[in-house]
């Protein structure tokens, strides 16, 4: 890859802001998989354009596909691997028929990476290994540990360089130069595999006790969430997580914030916090979830 495609921006977000820029017009339709990040859509909702939502699931494998995307008007497709919120990584051959299928409709495709480097099984892969007609975009702030720096990356198709500068130029000048400098420093493999390790421990410690309590499509291959079926209990995710808040102390995000592909039946559980901490959270869930059914 040429430094002349990379763009340093302030975090991801900011890549993305800019990608959306650069590729969308205002009524531009970009696919996006549901559930997903929700800033994707708020991106595209902000500069005019519209999210087409290809409904995922584990009968998916959570990926959008190439063939859900046949006979869709749209402009480029955003994926994630390992996505948020559920934690599955896009098996080879589904970025491979993506990338082709991207190449031969005029797509474009962004594919968010930020959560390379926190992978428990299999391998990560990027997208550009198959195309380049993709915007990759990836950061410090999660396997790095650097969130509050604010500092992320872009690699851009040629085309797209020039016009990305203008919008950058324009809009944030720069990423921030003491975060910048900061990076520099953090690109200590044998502490980065230490960071890997402990996010893998706390998956495993996490995901053992949670799964008999709720039911897990996906055991998560790497970022650092758990995407819980809730829909023994609840049919509503955002008053079964409020109520999970005030009654048990304990924060979950409800599924809702995801998209609508059943999300009201889902919530996201997530493993940044320390062994003791995760443990003590299941617990006290184990303890609502039996006063609830005592009680219901």
């Known amino acids: 890859i040429s430094p002349d495609r990379v763009a340093v921006t302030p975090g991801t977000s900011g890549a993305f802001l800019v990608a959306y820029a650069v590729i969308l017009d205002p009524g531009d339709r970009i696919a996006l998989g549901d559930p997903s990040y929700p800033c994707y859509r708020n991106f595209a909702y902000l500069l005019g354009a519209e999210p087409e939502f290809i409904p995922i699931s584990e009968d998916t494998g959570y990926e959008v596909r190439a063939e859900m995307l046949r006979g869709k008007k749209i402009r480029a497709v955003h994926i994630s691997s390992p996505s948020n919120p559920v934690g599955n990584l896009y098996r080879e051959e589904t970025l491979k028929e993506l990338a082709e299928f991207c190449e031969r409709e005029g797509v474009y495709l962004i594919s968010d990476e930020i959560y390379h480097g926190l992978v428990y099984e299999g391998r990560e892969r990027s997208v550009l290994e198959f195309t380049d007609r993709a915007v990759v975009v990836n950061g410090f702030s999660k396997s790095f540990c650097m969130p509050g720096f604010r500092i992320g990356w872009m690699i851009l198709p040629p085309d797209l360089v020039r016009s990305a500068e203008v919008v950058i130029q324009n809009v944030f000048i720069s990423a921030p130069t ?119």
């Open 178 to 296: 003491l975060s910048q400098f900061a990076a520099l420093e953090a690109f200590d493999w044998d502490y980065l595999e230490k960071v890997r390790a402990t996010f893998a421990h706390r998956r495993d410690v996490l995901y053992r006790g949670v799964k008999d309590l709720f039911r897990i499509p996906v055991r998560p291959q790497g970022a650092f969430y758990i995407w819980a079926d809730i829909g023994r209990y609840s049919e509503d995710s955002y008053s079964f997580a409020l109520e999970l808040l005030r009654e048990a102390r304990v924060a979950v995000t409800p599924g809702v914030d995801f998209g609508k592909n059943r999300t009201d039946r889902f919530i996201r559980l997530a493993y940044t916090r320390d062994v003791k901490e995760l443990e003590e959270g299941v617990r006290r869930m184990r303890d609502f979830l039996k006063n609830r059914q005592s009680y219901t």
